[in-house]
């Protein structure tokens, strides 16, 4: 018995969080069909994980065109069943930069089912990619490249309007094109402050101010990038304080008491991207506050942290105009002092 065929539904993604959807072709053996639907066997696996299977239906509409009863196509979106399966994946600290970046890899297989009569029949099976596995990505496209169909050139997404400010002595990360793995550059030591180098890489060296600190982080896109902040002179420490009260029997000399019981001394930073420009810092409002693992070195130690934005960011000011600048909070994941 023939079987259906499944196809990529518009522009193909390699990137995990984008959607990911087909499109299956029936055969129209079943339009006469109590019911009628697809049935789907999606194999995963995060590369060096887990392994995982997902089965699902989708039904199979019919309508009468030019007066004959049609089975019509099906579209179904993966995305989902993919994100599940990259969870499980945890990045370590980035104190070293990975051989490699983890994939997903998957395949599917797909009949037609139907009823007739209280039997239940089916198809023979298709099978997408026919041979081997599709390799998926752990970034995702943003709307805009999806709109324009335009696809990253490297794994990135900074800009290069202006220079990117690095601290001298430290080690900047500069993911590259999409067909090769980041890379490693060492600023050197005793460089003049005002000396522009890495000029293909858009670096600005200077001297490491006070409260100067280096961020890394997993971009939207699924790399090791670094970038480099500014601390503001404000500090908090947040302690979560729970009350109770110890009855006892009260005599002259015996009462009852309160007891305080404080945890979660973690705290919260107060930074700034420091003077950029518009291009910038529309990256940091869209690209860093939005991330989701990021680390801050703080005496040579690499510490988990999360950015908290406010809930409203201001990108552009033309009634006022000046040198754009985003200041966030980030929150140490570690309880007790960094330092």
Known sequence: MPSPTITPYGAATQFLHSPVVFQATPTGSGINGTFYRLKVKLYTELVGYINAEFDFSIPIETKYVNGSLTAQNALFDISS??????????????????????EVKYY??????WMVDGSILSSDAARFPASNRRTMYMGALTDRERLSGSRPTKYGRKPTSSRE???????????????????????????????EIFDTLNYYAINPPLDGYEIRFINSLGVHENVFVYGL??????ITTEQ???ARQETL?????????KKNDY????????????????????EFLMLRWIWIRINNQWIP???LPDETTLLNDRINPSRHEVQFKLQLDINGSPL
């Open 81 to 102: 069943a993919l994100q599940a399966v990259a969870e499980k994946w945890q990045p370590d600290a980035p104190s070293t930069l990975p051989n490699s970046y983890p």
């Open 108 to 113: 599917m297989t797909a009949h037609e089912e």
């Open 165 to 195: 400010i690095c601290f001298i002595g430290s080690r900047v990360i500069a993911p590259g094109p999409t067909s090769g793995a980041p890379s490693i550059i060492h600023c050197v030591a005793g460089e003049p402050a005002d000396k």
């Open 233 to 238: 002179p404000k500090k908090e420490a947040h």
């Open 244 to 246: 109770y009260v110890i």
């Open 253 to 261: 000399t015996q009462f009852s008491r309160g007891l305080s019981i």
């Open 267 to 286: 705290e919260t930073w107060h930074l700034s991207s420091g003077p950029i420009d518009k291009d910038w810092a529309s990256w940091y409002i869209h």
């Open 305 to 307: 942290c999360h950015v």
